[in-house]
C-alpha cells in the first residue's frame, strides 16, 4: 500500500515547519537517495531524503505552505508495482498547518480517492542542504509523542536503516544494531549515525546557540506582580504610527531569540574583566607567520585566543564545567565553540581539543570551519557540542562586551579591539596595545573565585605567549 511521507520532526522542540519547496511531482519515479524536498525548521533549510524506491502518487501540501505540524501527511509515495487506480481508500488523517484546512480535504472532490498507506510506512530520511544539516529529534519527540520503536525489530530479521546511515555506519565501524532510530518508524537516519560517532565514555553532545534543544535548567515562571500583566497573559499585537517594514522573522532567528532569553533568564551569569598586553603576542604572530607563510598558513589574533583558552581552560578546569539539576559535569578536554556571524543569524563551530593542537592546525581547521559556516555547509558533529565559548567582536572597534552564556556550557570569553592605551610598563607609565577580556560564569556551576583564576591564567598566557606553542 502507499506510504505516508510525513512532516519530520527535525530538532527536539521542532513542532511546525515551513515546506519551502518540492524537487518532485506527482507521477514522478524515485528512488532511493533522491531528493524529495527541501524543508525549513527552526534550524535549517533541510533536503528531505527518499530511501526506498516507488512513485510520487499524491502531493498533500503545496510548496511554500508554513506552519505545517510535525506528523501532517505531507504526499504519498506508492511502492513498485502498486495499483494507484480509483477506489483507493483515503489517507488516514494528520494535522494541518494552523490556519488552514487539511490538504486531504482540500483535494476532496477532484474526483478520486485517495489510498489509505500502510500504517507501518517505510520511512524518508533527511539531509542537509546548503543552509546546515539537520540536528535529529530524540525519540521522544517523535511526532506521535512517542518513543521511536528499536531499528532492529522482532521478527524482521534485518535492521531499518537509511542507505546513507548504513554506509556512514560501516565506514565508522558502527554496529548499528546499538542504534535506536530517530527516522520514521524507529528507522536509523544519517543523524544517528552521527550522534553515536565518538559517544563512549564522553558526556552526551551539547547544542550551540542556534541549536533548539533546551537548557538543562529548568525556568521559573515569574509570580504576577500587581499593577502589572500577568506573564500568561497574551501580548497585544504590535502597532506603530512610524512608516515601516514588518520582516518575517526566520526560523533561526526565533530559535536563537528563545534561546538567549532563557539563557539570561535560567543562568545566573557573573562577569569577570581583565585588561591584557598584547604587544608580545603581535610580535610572536608576525614572527610564526613568516614561518609559515611557505606553508599558506596565516595566523590569526583570534586562532592564538582560541589556543590561550583551551590552554586555560585544562589549567583551571572547575570552569570546564556543565551545570545539570543533580550532576556537575566536568569535561576531560577543551572544545572550543567559536561565533561565527552568518547571513541568517549565528554559528558557533567547534575546535575539538583546542590544548592538544598547534596553533597552526587550530588556523587551518578555523579557516575551513568558518568557510563552511558562511556556506551553510557545517556537519552537525561541527556546531553541535564544546565545552566553553568565545565571542570576538574587536574587529568591529567594539572595547568590551559582556556575552550570553551558551547553555549547556558554563562560561563564554567575549574579546574586545586591541587598541593603543596609556599602560604602566616597569612602574613607568608608557604606551601598550591592550585589549579587554570579559569572562561570563553560569554562576550555578563556578565560583567566582574559579572564574577569576581562568581569567588571570588567560592573561598570563596571552601577555606571555611563548606557552602557547611549547
Not at 530520511?125 to 506521535?144: F, I, N, W, Y
Not at 593542537?357 to 575551513?368: H, L, N
Not at 574587536?394 to 593603543?420: D, L
Not at 563556578?446 to 598566557?461: E, N, P, S, V, Y
Amino acid at each position: 500500500m502507499p506510504i505516508e511521507l510525513k512532516m519530520p520532526a527535525l530538532s527536539p522542540t521542532m513542532e511546525e515547519g515551513t515546506l519551502a519547496k518540492w524537487l518532485v511531482k506527482e507521477g514522478d519515479a524515485v528512488r532511493s537517495g533522491d531528493i524529495l524536498a527541501e524543508i525549513e525548521t527552526d534550524k535549517a533549510t533541510m533536503e528531505f531524503e527518499a530511501v526506498d524506491e516507488g512513485t510520487v502518487y499524491r502531493i498533500l501540501i503545496a510548496e511554500g505552505t508554513d506552519g505545517v505540524k510535525v506528523g501532517a501527511v505531507i504526499a504519498l509515495i506508492a511502492g513498485e508495482g502498486e495499483d494507484l487506480g480509483a477506489g483507493a481508500p483515503a489517507p488516514s488523517p494528520s494535522p494541518a498547518p494552523a490556519g488552514e484546512e487539511p490538504a486531504s480535504e482540500a483535494r476532496q472532490g477532484e474526483g478520486s480517492a485517495t489510498p489509505t498507506p500502510d500504517p507501518a510506512a517505510k520511512g524518508y530520511g533527511v539531509t542537509p542542504t546548503r543552509d546546515e544539516e539537520k540536528v535529529s529529534a530524540s525519540p521522544s519527540q517523535s511526532p506521535e509523542g512517542e518513543r521511536a520503536r528499536p531499528s532492529a525489530e522482532a521478527g524482521e530479521g534485518r535492521i531499518k536503516a537509511s542507505p546513507l546511515a548504513r554506509r556512514l555506519a560501516e565506514a565508522k565501524g558502527i554496529d548499528l544494531t546499538l542504534l535506536q532510530g530517530s527516522g520514521p518508524g524507529g528507522r536509523i537516519v544519517k543523524a544517528d549515525v552521527d550522534g553515536a560517532e565518538g559517544k563512549a565514555g564522553l558526556p552526551p553532545a551539547q547544542p550551540d546557540l542556534t541549536e533548539a534543544a533546551e537548557p538543562a535548567a529548568t525556568s521559573v515562571r515569574p509570580e504576577p506582580v500587581e499593577g502589572l500583566p500577568s506573564p500568561s497573559a497574551p501580548k497585544p499585537a504590535f502597532t506603530t504610527d512610524i512608516p515601516h517594514e514588518a520582516v518575517k522573522l526566520s526560523n533561526m532567528r526565533k530559535t536563537i531569540a528563545r534561546r538567549l532569553t532563557e539563557a539570561k533568564s535560567t543562568i545566573p551569569h557573573i562577569y569577570l574583566t581583565v585588561d591584557i598586553r598584547l604587544d608580545a603576542l603581535l610580535k610572536l604572530r608576525s614572527e610564526l607567520n613568516a614561518a609559515l607563510e611557505a606553508r599558506g598558513v596565516k595566523l590569526s589574533v583570534n586562532d592564538l585566543l582560541i589556543k590561550a583558552l583551551g590552554v586555560a581552560l585544562r589549567q583551571v578546569p572547575e570552569c570546564n564545567v556543565s551545570f545539570t539539576p543533580d550532576s556537575l559535569i566536568r569535561y576531560a578536554r577543551a572544545d572550543i565553540s567559536v561565533a561565527v556571524s552568518i547571513p541568517n543569524g549565528l554559528i558557533t563551530p567547534i575546535v575539538v581539543g583546542v590544548e592538544s593542537k598547534g596553533v597552526a592546525a587550530i588556523a587551518e581547521e578555523m579557516k575551513g570551519l568558518a568557510a563552511r559556516a558562511k556556506d551553510g555547509k557545517l556537519s552537525p558533529h561541527e556546531y553541535q557540542g564544546g565545552t566553553a565559548s568565545l565571542s570576538n567582536m574587536g574587529m568591529f572597534g567594539i572595547k568590551q562586551f559582556e556575552a550570553v552564556i551558551n547553555p549547556p556550557q558554563g562560561m563564554i570569553m567575549a574579546i574586545g579591539a586591541g587598541e593603543k592605551r596609556p599602560y604602566v610598563i616597569d612602574d613607568a607609565l608608557g604606551v601598550a596595545t591592550v585589549m579587554s577580556a570579559t569572562g561570563s560564569f553560569d554562576h550555578r556551576a563556578i565560583d567566582g573565585t574559579d572564574g577569576a583564576r581562568l581569567m588571570q591564567a588567560f592573561k598570563a598566557l596571552v601577555e606571555a605567549p611563548l606557552g602557547l606553542v611549547a
